[in-house]
């Protein structure tokens, strides 16, 4: 996950576990020494149980048409931009200000800091009324600006030829490349991510250590870790290897001989033993899955209709309904820390953005609302966290009916665990002007906002709160950055160009 130096992305792990290993026999195949490394990796979990729900919206969430500005002021720079000059009717790119509601805010979490800017005040798509309405009761909190960063940059250095201290992110605007920079710290092609690398230090905490690390949306890095296993699951359930169903050909016989000879331990030759061994695990898991989510069945009921079936046209909702009978199951699964990961695409909205980006943000804040609420049932809304990001923000400025690639963009938090019903982080401009005025120092072009927050300090805020220590997260100088589950966490902690690059940015309460 080293995106300066790919070449050592095993060497955290060598390093840290090498001295375990010796004694549990490291030159066993991997898959026996699983249960080994993640004693080896363990980190003080306590006793109760929590989890974090990376929700990634692919394609890249136009930021601006989800965090809307309502004051006066910032309103009618943004009409003017996406809409009309003067109008406060849906123009262009741009939404009708009588269809916003401004969100309410607390006295001690009011607007997030601003650069040249004062009197503001937001609003959410009107499409996002669950959202809304748990960041209202303090359930939900906007991580505004927010995007991959190396280290601290201003608009000055990011222009500048000085690539040794002020490194761009690489690859900026491309969809793969960004996905992955979010999910791993590294372009495409990475095989480690930072969910995994929690995932790595809490496998020790369960007794299932193979269900640390749940997928409900495919292959993913973001749940990859140097031990922990991205273990995926449908929205139905477990996935079975066909061949050893109940019936093969309409025969149950071939069914148990493919069986037995896929999953018998003990053979002769090495990879076939391996193969089995392997094979074996999965069929054992599917059992469990099954057999566990069976027990949890009924906090599907928490999901409104039609999300508590398999014919919602909100697969969001569908995922995060599996993601909440998995946490139901979490006696019967051995698990106390799990990382899980769901999706929702088609945000790559370059035309069509009002019908598209109101469709899915409809979907985004329902899900998230049945997810919250079936945590609150079960009794552990302040044990979940989700959150959600995405491969970019977008342009302010629009191409005649949508917007193009962009950097930052806002985030949302949810659970009892958050210090809801505030803003986070920095308020960007509305504008796309290339003045030396404070505000405009903050996007890069056509409002590509030029990020005020690093991913690397949203994750360490989330970590930290879900056990992780500051020395596994930000390493040491001694030991090397690059050994941390956070290898640019290092560059931050500062103030720079007039911005607090914290590394805990106080959106969690404490652990």
């Known amino acids: 996950m080293y995106l300066i130096q790919p070449q050592l992305q095993s060497r955290r792990a060598f390093l840290r576990r090498a001295g375990q290993l010796a004694f549990t026999g490291a030159a066993l195949p991997t898959a026996i020494n699983l249960a080994a490394l993640s004693d080896a990796a363990a980190f003080n979990a306590g006793s109760d149980y929590k989890a974090l729900v990376c ?77 809304r309405d748990l960041f209202n009761s303090g359930k939900a909190a906007v991580m505004l600006n927010t995007g991959p960063l190396i280290t601290p940059m201003t608009k000055t250095q990011y222009n500048g030829s000085d690539r040794t201290n002020y490194p761009r992110p690489p690859k900026l605007f491309s969809h793969n490349d960004q996905q992955s920079i979010w999910q791993s710290s590294s372009p495409e092609g990475s095989t480690i991510g930072w969910g995994g690398n929690i995932g790595d230090l809490a496998m020790s905490s369960n007794s299932t250590s193979l269900f640390t690390c749940i997928s409900v949306t495919g292959n993913a890095v973001f749940l990859s870790g140097d031990q922990a296993l991205s273990y995926q699951v449908g929205t139905g359930g477990a996935v079975r290897i066909d061949s050893m169903g109940s019936s093969m050909y309409g025969f149950n016989a071939v069914s148990a001989a493919i069986k037995s000879l896929g999953t018998g331990v003990g053979r002769t030759h090495l990879l076939e033993n391996e193969y089995n061994k392997i ?111 995405t491969d970019f923000g977008r342009t302010l400025s629009s191409n005649g009916d949508g917007s193009d690639h962009g950097w930052g963009s806002h985030q949302f938090v949810v ?70 589950l956070l290898p640019y966490l290092h560059n931050f902690g500062g103030s720079a160009g007039g911005i607090n690059y914290a590394r805990d940015l106080g959106f969690m309460k404490a652990p």
């Open 415 to 484: 659970g009892d665990a958050v210090n809801g019903k505030g803003f986070y982080g920095y308020a960007p401009p509305v504008s796309v002007s290339s003045t030396t005025a404070p505000q405009d120092q903050w996007h890069v072009g056509q409002g590509r906002l030029l990020p005020t927050t690093g991913v690397d300090q949203y994750a360490a805020t989330l970590a930290k709160w879900f056990g992780v220590s500051d020395t596994e997260l930000v390493g040491s100088a001694g030991q090397s950055y690059r050994d941390a």
């Open 279 to 389: 094979t074996k695990r999965a069929v054992d898991a599917e059992t469990l899955i099954s057999l566990a989510i069976a027990s949890s069945a009924a906090v599907s009921n928490v999901f409104p209709s039609p999300y508590n079936n398999f014919t919602s046209d909100n697969p969001l909702a569908v995922q995060l309904r599996m993601v909440a009978r998995l946490i139901g199951a979490r006696a019967a699964l051995g698990t106390k820390r799990q990382v899980f990961m769901v999706s929702l695409g088609g945000f790559d909205l370059h035309d069509n953005l009002i019908d598209g980006h109101t469709r899915n943000m409809g979907r985004v804040s329902s899900a998230l609302k049945a997810f919250y609420d079936a945590m609150a049932t079960l009794g552990v809304g302040d044990k979940v966290t989700a959150f959600t990001a």
């Open 55 to 131: 929700v990634f919206l692919y394609g890249g969430n136009d930021y601006a048409n989800t965090v809307i500005p309502f004051d006066s002021a910032s309103y009618a720079a943004y009409q003017t931009i996406r809409g009309t000059t003067g109008s406060e009717l849906a123009n262009g790119i741009a939404l009708a200000k009588g269809d916003l509601t401004p969100m309410q805010l607390s006295p001690t979490n009011g607007p997030a800091s601003a650069i040249g800017l004062t009197g503001l005040q937001y609003a959410l798509h009107p499409s996002m009324t669950g959202l």
